[in-house]
């Protein structure tokens, strides 16, 4: 291929990319409904021809929207999964790769096989479970179910069964039980793992959707991804606000992953990989 | 002594992920299955639920709307997952090449995977805004007369309009995992190939796709996968319409087992999608692996 064609796709591609993107930025600065509409199929839906807050402030003191309230419950959702998903993920892995017991290997054929089963087959018995529980509308319903992650279990595993047995043998002399050397030597060693699961379970979480829209009522415990949803639909035509909403959802964490994104690139691959 | 401390903190390790498995994995596993042959509701009737045999399965089996679902799941799949691993494909390819700025193109064709899906829609219903969204203008500029087109509430529209939205959102995923698999091709093949004086065309045919075989089983089961679930996109823009020809099995599953609340009729569905994800994976790796070798 040519350099020029090769350069062409190149800047098509931007272009695509770029282009709704940059219509959410153009019109939620524009604080003219009626100017947004006329110019909605034009350039000026793609470049910025007035610069306004308006929007912005609109969303953030909607009564019905409380957009502070949405980030912190999906930040406090997000972050309690990574961290119990961190931690009981890695413990199992730890017994699995290195513990006495004879099952470890079926153990571990059954953990596969959970990898397979897909969430969108689960969520009906677990709804009726937390219904019946009366554990809806809650933190808990939508933190517990994503802790235990046969996925993030079998990386760690992967990972543990790595480790030198030497290493494993000699904390076994100095007279550490599993618990012990797992706290000692197998979590420090699994940093990049870490790095890589926080990344995949937040972007799963961010996307979350079918699960939260079934077990949240009001914006008392909604995250932001349903939210997004909820104020979509009672606003519909007040493009302003909409895109308002979804620029203060989504640029902080396009610009965090573009400064991490080496390490972004690397778990999205090493995931296809291991998977 | 010793050995006994050891089996305690094996089990002390285990047993959170154990419980938390058997609680919300394994046992709505089998209480899907349970449900299925009951009449449970989502909100309790005064009459406990009873035991009806193969009843939900009739009648999902003989209930159009699940067809009409199934057949529009597929339709759905096969249109996107070819688009969307070729596009991914066509970009990796791209950004494999050695251009001026390679940084910022990559990464520009990662953001859609950064937005949260929800955003990507919203971004989406306005391009597909009647009547003077920017789809709308562009077939009017082409077509030269001002027809107005709702993409979102046509039959025959409506679904490809959410498979190009899909393609959008979700394609960065896979380019990122073909780029890896270029990357793993060994640079001096293509230095060989040049020397024989191979063209780009017969050296993507002769060492490119081969070479990327193994990446192209996976990309095509995950892509293939992910497109069986479509929910988001027909929850927040059609509700399934118009006239139900963007219902999808998971659609057809939530509004059955959520809003009406039908607990053991939707439990059929869900484990009737179950065994359809799981007989699409298995096929898919059969007939690649067959290829393969």
Same mark, same amino acid.
């Given at each position: ?24 930025v153009t019109?939620s600065l524009n604080p ?15 470049i910025p021809h007035v610069v306004s807050f308006e929007n912005y ?219 | ?11 002390? &390790?285990?047993? #959170? /992920?154990?419980? !938390? %498995? ?5 046992? $709505? @596993?089998?209480?899907?299955? *349970? +449900? ?120 025959? &529209?409506?679904? #490809? /309009?959410?498979? !190009? %939205? ?5 394609? $960065? @995923?896979?380019?990122?995992? *073909? +780029? ?114």
């Amino acid at each position: 291929m040519s350099r020029t064609l090769t350069y062409f796709f190149a800047l098509l591609m931007v272009l695509v990319v770029l282009g709704p993107l940059m219509m959410m930025v153009t019109v939620s600065l524009n604080p003219s409904e009626p100017d947004i509409s006329v110019n909605m199929g034009t350039i000026r839906a793609f470049i910025p021809h007035v610069v306004s807050f308006e929007n912005y402030q609109a969303v953030l003191t909607d009564r019905n929207h409380p957009f502070l309230r949405y980030l912190f419950n999906t930040a406090f959702i997000v972050g309690a999964i990574l961290i119990g998903a961190i931690l009981v993920n890695s413990m199992a892995a730890f017994a699995l790769a290195w513990g006495q017991g004879r099952y470890r290997k079926w153990a571990v054929v059954a953990v596969v096989a959970m990898i397979a089963v897909p969430m969108e087959s689960l969520v009906l018995p677990l709804l009726l479970m937390s219904s019946r529980m009366g554990i809806v509308n809650s933190y808990e319903v939508q933190i517990l179910p994503f802790i235990a992650n046969a996925f993030a279990l079998f990386l760690f595993y992967q990972f543990f069964t790595k480790i030198p047995k030497d290493l494993i043998e000699a904390a076994r002399v100095d007279g550490m039980n599993l618990f012990q050397t797992y706290w000692y030597i197998g979590l420090p060693l699994c940093k990049p793992i870490i790095a890589t699961l926080s990344i995949l379970i937040f972007l799963e979480q961010w996307n979350n959707y079918l699960w939260p829209v079934m077990v949240t009522r009001g914006p008392e415990f909604r995250p932001l991804s349903v939210a997004m949803a909820a104020y979509f639909d009672s606003n519909r035509m007040y493009w302003g606000q909409i895109m308002a909403f979804a620029v203060m959802m989504s640029i902080p964490i396009m610009v965090f992953f573009l400064i991490v994104q080496r390490h972004f690139v690397q778990s999205v691959t090493g995931s296809a990989v291991k998977g | 002594m010793q050995r006994i401390r050891h089996l305690w903190s094996e089990g002390a &390790l285990l047993a #959170p /992920a154990v419980i !938390l %498995l058997l609680v919300f994995v394994i046992a $709505p @596993f089998f209480l899907s299955g *349970y +449900l299925s042959f009951t009449n449970e509701r989502l909100i309790p009737r005064p009459v406990p639920s009873q035991w009806v045999g193969w009843r939900n399965y009739s009648r999902v089996l003989t209930d159009p709307d699940f067809w009409q679902a199934v057949r529009n799941t597929f339709y759905f799949t096969l249109m996107v997952v070819p688009f969307q691993c070729a596009i991914s494909l066509g970009a990796a390819l791209l950004l494999n090449k050695k251009l001026a700025g390679l940084t910022f193109f990559r990464s520009v064709a990662m953001l859609p995977l950064l937005a949260p899906i929800t955003v990507i829609i919203a971004i989406w219903a306005a391009l597909y805004q009647v009547p003077n969204g920017f789809f709308n203008t562009a077939v009017n500029l082409v077509t030269r007369d001002d027809r107005i087109v709702d993409f979102l509430g046509s039959r025959d &529209l409506a679904m #490809p /309009a959410i498979v !190009l %939205l899909s393609a959008w959102a979700s394609f $960065p @995923f896979q380019m990122l995992i *073909y +780029l890896a698999g270029l990357q793993e091709i060994p640079e001096d093949r293509y230095e060989a190939a040049t020397l024989e004086g191979a063209n780009a065309w017969q050296q993507f045919k002769a060492i490119t796709w081969p070479g990327l075989i193994n990446v192209n089983i996976f990309v095509l089961i995950i892509t293939t996968v992910q497109a069986f679930k479509l929910f988001t996109q027909i929850n927040i823009l059609t509700k399934g319409g118009p006239l139900g020809s963007t219902n999808t099995i998971i659609n057809y599953m939530f509004v059955n087992g959520y809003s009406e609340g039908r607990i053991g009729f939707a439990s059929a569905v869900s484990v009737l999608f179950f065994i359809l994800v799981a007989v699409i994976a298995v096929i898919q790796r059969l007939v690649f692996k067959n290829e393969n070798e």
